[in-house]
């Protein structure tokens, strides 16, 4: 009998899609920025990189989710149970990735233009990545116990 399958890895995958593209999005501005900043004769900052890698920690989250699914070693019979609860948990944290994202590129256009609020962009990236910590501690807490 075969069980512990999990989700089959999509609150993983979907968290990792949802990083590699929120990343993705703040590394092109960041570059865009940098390229102003040399391009006057100025030192790029190299703050900018706080907001390119904010997205990549919706992967761990999604990877610490999957990992307890599968440790939970549900029967067979939970399967769709399993893939709904991934598909779920994986969405949300990959959209949390993608939109953290992109208010990082924004971040780094104000950044890059007037050199403040450094501060003020970091809790708000902050606020979008207590999303997906949120949604893997409460469907943590929902996954049964055998």
Same mark, same amino acid.
């Given at each position: /009998?075969? $069980?512990?399958?999990?989700? /089959?890895? /999509?609150?993983?995958?979907?968290?990792?899609?949802? $990083?590699?593209?929120?990343?993705?999005?703040?590394?092109?501005a960041?570059?865009?920025?940098?390229? *102003? !900043?040399?391009?006057?004769?100025?030192?790029? &900052?190299?703050?900018?990189?706080?907001?390119?890698?904010?997205?990549? $920690?919706?992967?761990?989250? #999604?990877?610490?989710?999957?990992?307890?699914?599968?440790?939970?070693?549900? &029967?067979?019979?939970?399967?769709m149970?399993?893939?709904?609860?991934?598909?779920?948990?994986?969405?949300?944290? #990959?959209?949390?990735?993608?939109?953290?994202? *992109?208010?990082?590129? *924004?971040?780094?256009?104000?950044?890059?233009?007037?050199? !403040?609020?450094?501060?003020?962009?970091? %809790?708000?990236?902050?606020?979008?990545?207590?999303?997906?910590?949120?949604? %893997?501690?409460?469907? /943590?807490? !929902?996954?049964?116990?055998?």
């Amino acid at each position: /009998m075969v $069980s512990g399958m999990g989700d /089959m890895g /999509m609150s993983l995958s979907l968290a990792a899609v949802g $990083s590699a593209l929120g990343s993705g999005v703040a590394a092109m501005a960041a570059i865009g920025v940098m390229k *102003r !900043k040399l391009a006057a004769g100025e030192k790029a &900052p190299f703050t900018l990189f706080i907001f390119v890698g904010a997205p990549l $920690s919706q992967l761990f989250y #999604g990877m610490i989710f999957n990992t307890n699914l599968v440790k939970a070693n549900l &029967p067979p019979e939970s399967y769709m149970f399993q893939i709904v609860m991934g598909l779920g948990a994986g969405l949300a944290m #990959g959209m949390s990735a993608f939109l953290q994202g *992109r208010a990082g590129a *924004r971040a780094c256009d104000a950044l890059g233009e007037t050199g !403040k609020g450094l501060g003020g962009y970091i %809790m708000a990236i902050g606020v979008i990545e207590s999303v997906a910590l949120l949604v %893997m501690i409460l469907l /943590m807490l !929902k996954i049964p116990q055998i």
